[in-house]
């Protein structure tokens, strides 16, 4: 399974990719401007860290988002143009397939919405998990059956698992056969702990230091 980070931050994506274990970031403009950053030096910049960057188109109509996506894949080989699942989206997804330019569709909620990206030619797609538990539903279900679907059909477009919001989410991902996890910082920071490590790793300093001491 790859891993992404989902951030504003170039400085956290070079501390997570110092780990040896990251395959690329989703990021969009909004996030980028709460950071008080622009989004084209920070898109290349992150490029430059890892293989697969998902920047998000800010246009609604099919005309937008196409300048944008030609824009964006001018930038860096690895920028992945990101778009929201729409009927103007879908329009855009084909068109990029065309043009061979790699794509992420936003705001995936449905099987429904997954087929139709897949079938557009969507390199990704980016099923939003926890906003669906906000709404009292299971959102790593939805990841499950996108997977099934997936597997009685043999779709090449890769399920991303967005909108993480704990390490449970990341666990519930890899065992349904999701392709990627984009996962928030302070997430990542959570996924190399264990209580056991921890005190395993406690035991074995306080048995070195009682050798050291005879």
């Not at 274990?21 to 622009?38: F, Q, R, W």
């Not at 188109?57 to 996506?69: C, I, K, L, P």
């Not at 926890?130 to 779709?155: C, N, P, S, T, V």
């Not at 890769?158 to 392709?179: K, M, T």
Request: glycine fraction near 6%; include cysteine; aromatic fraction near 8%.
């Amino acid at each position: 399974m790859k891993l992404f980070i989902d951030t504003a931050s170039v400085e956290e994506v070079r501390e997570i990719a110092s780990w040896g274990i990251l395959d690329g970031v989703t990021t969009n403009p909004s996030l980028v401007l709460k950071a008080g950053a622009e989004f084209e030096p920070t898109v290349k910049a992150m490029c430059a860290l890892v293989k697969e960057v998902s920047a998000q188109v800010t246009a609604s109509d099919f005309a937008g988002m196409q300048e944008q996506a030609k824009e964006y894949s001018s930038w860096h080989k690895h920028v992945v143009v990101k778009v929201p699942m729409t009927v103007e989206g879908l329009k855009t997804l084909a068109w990029c397939k065309s043009k061979g330019i790699p794509t992420n569709t936003t705001l995936v909620f449905s099987v429904a919405q997954a087929v139709l990206a897949a079938k557009a030619g969507a390199t990704m797609i980016s099923p939003f998990v926890g906003r669906l538990d906000d709404i009292g539903e299971d959102g790593m279900k939805l990841i499950e059956d996108i997977r099934a679907a997936w597997d009685r059909y043999d779709f090449a477009t890769q399920i991303l698992v967005a909108s993480i919001r704990d390490v449970e989410h990341v666990r519930r991902a890899a065992v349904a056969g999701a392709h990627i996890c984009t996962i928030p910082y302070k997430v990542f920071l959570e996924l190399p702990k264990h209580d056991l490590t921890e005190k395993g790793l406690q035991k074995f300093l306080e048995d070195w230091e009682s050798v050291q001491s005879k």
